[in-house]
T-cell receptor, first 108, second 112 residues
């Protein structure tokens, strides 16, 4: 059974700092997703990573995928308060399995 | 892309009753997925619904508790039956279009 592990589960950052969220998964998959969820809201798609070595960037967020290591990272650069949310990675293998989520708080 | 709507957006229900949640997509899709998100938790797949066939349930979810209908390629319903407080969650439907996976706004269910 596909397992998706995400860490850290909680992350408190100061504005302007950098940090990385990690997502490991247990079986082969060539499609990995990152989502953002604000409190009381649904999921907002951030990135879809389709192949080994894929890197995508949007604003202060950059995601990468290493299918050989079964690892994806979400890197946050110079965090701002607006990035405070919960971030989920999810892996597609017949169906989609989610990591536990990283609750990010960015403090001034 | 796909735009998904769900009804109701939220409800407060009494223990022992049932609630049917509707999911409408603005385009035809082969598979629709139903997820549950318990308070403060991640998303857990309940079942996959294909049009014209029985839904496929994940371990820990059964048809008697979560019956699903899929009458056409743009619509599905999920019923939460004989509810208990443990069923208090957000229920989301989801569809895949090309490489993207889209989620509805969710139905926030509180069981008292």
């Amino acid at each position: 059974e596909l397992k998706v592990e995400q860490n850290p589960l909680f992350l408190s950052m100061q504005e302007g700092k950098n940090y990385t969220i990690y997502c490991n998964y247990s079986t082969t998959s060539d499609r990995l997703y990152w989502y953002r969820q604000d409190p009381g809201k649904s999921l907002e798609s951030l990135f879809v990573l389709l192949s080994n070595g894929a890197v995508k960037q949007e604003g202060r967020l950059m995601a990468s995928l290493d299918t050989k290591a079964r690892l994806s990272t979400l890197h946050i650069t110079a965090a701002v308060h607006d990035l405070s949310a919960t971030y989920f990675c999810a892996v597609l293998n017949n169906d989609m399995r989610f990591g536990a989520g990283t609750r990010l708080t960015v403090k001034p | 892309s796909a735009v998904i709507s769900q009804k109701p957006s939220r409800d407060i229900c009494q223990r022992g009753t049932s609630l049917t949640i509707q999911c409408q997509v603005d385009s035809q899709v082969t598979m629709m997925f139903w997820y549950r998100q318990q308070p403060g938790q991640s998303l857990t797949l309940i079942a996959t619904a294909n049009q014209g066939s029985e839904a496929t349930y994940e371990s820990g979810f059964v048809i008697d508790k979560f019956p699903i209908s899929r009458p056409n390629l743009t619509f599905s319903t999920l019923t939460v039956s004989n509810m208990s407080p443990e069923d208090s969650s957000i229920y989301l439907c989801s569809v895949g279009v090309l490489y993207e996976q889209y989620f509805g706004p969710g139905t926030r269910l509180t069981v008292t």
